[in-house]
């Protein structure tokens, strides 16, 4: 499965279309151990990234990405605003001009996805962030790609691994963000940002 263009404006629009149907949900997880606005906060900024998306690939994908980038720093709001945003325009910096993406290209620009955003936020693993469900995506693409897995299957053990990072934020005490604040009383609850996190990466996997 190459990527392209076309296949980044597929992703985009898959991850609007689960962050939409998932509003809601995420919403509510915000609401257990944040302030209920994570759904919304996601919602507004990638429905405003579908609108400003060219209507065919004659953009490259590091200009696409850039631009998402800004438009979800302009829209989002809350911490996960600036940290999608700074995470998108380091991906898209990544791949400057680049047209056709190999699987290696993918992983560069997932790595300074994740990059971003610890460089921004300074959460490791374990902190009951979104880096829990990117990490482990990450590790496990690097993996498949170095055993010589085609991109589009590394890409679903990708997402797999993401949705298994979110739902190991349950046990976690969040030590960053806004849940920080709970301590101990945000042990139970399955972090938000993770679990959009992951959706992104799933929506990722489903766009070849
Ligand atoms: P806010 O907390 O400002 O209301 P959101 O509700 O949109 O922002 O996003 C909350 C999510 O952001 C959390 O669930 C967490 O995953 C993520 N987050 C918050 N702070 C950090 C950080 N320092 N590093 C990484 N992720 C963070
Ligand atoms: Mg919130």
Redesign the pocket.
């Known amino acids: 499965m190459p990527v392209t263009t076309a296949t980044l404006l597929n992703w985009l629009r898959h991850a609007a279309a689960l962050i939409h149907e998932q509003r809601d949900r995420l919403n509510d997880?915000?609401a257990a151990?944040?302030?209920a606005?994570?759904g919304a906060?996601?919602d507004r900024g990638f429905a405003a990234v579908v609108e400003a998306l060219p209507a065919g690939p004659e953009t490259d994908a590091g200009s696409l990405l850039k631009a998402v980038g800004v438009r979800l720093i302009a829209t989002?709001?809350?911490?996960?605003?600036p940290?999608y945003g700074t995470a998108f325009r380091r991906a898209g910096m990544q791949l400057e001009g680049a047209q056709t993406l190999v699987g290696q290209d993918v992983l560069t620009a997932l790595q300074a996805f994740l990059d971003g955003?610890?460089a921004?936020?300074?959460?490791e693993r374990g902190?009951?962030?979104?880096?829990d469900a990117l990490a482990p995506a990450v590790t496990t693409l690097a993996q498949a790609l170095g055993a010589e897995v085609a991109l589009d299957e590394a890409l679903r053990r990708a997402a797999d691994a993401a949705d298994a990072g979110a739902l190991a934020t349950v046990p976690m005490v969040a030590r960053?963000?806004?849940?920080a604040y709970l301590g101990e009383r945000s042990v139970g609850h399955q972090?938000?940002?993770?679990?959009?996190?992951a959706l992104i990466i799933r929506a990722l996997a489903d766009a070849g």
């Open positions: 997880l915000d151990i944040g302030d606005d994570h906060n996601l989002v709001g809350g911490a996960s605003g940290l955003i610890t921004i936020g300074k959460a902190d009951k962030t979104m880096v960053r963000g806004r849940a972090d938000p940002g993770a679990t959009s996190a």
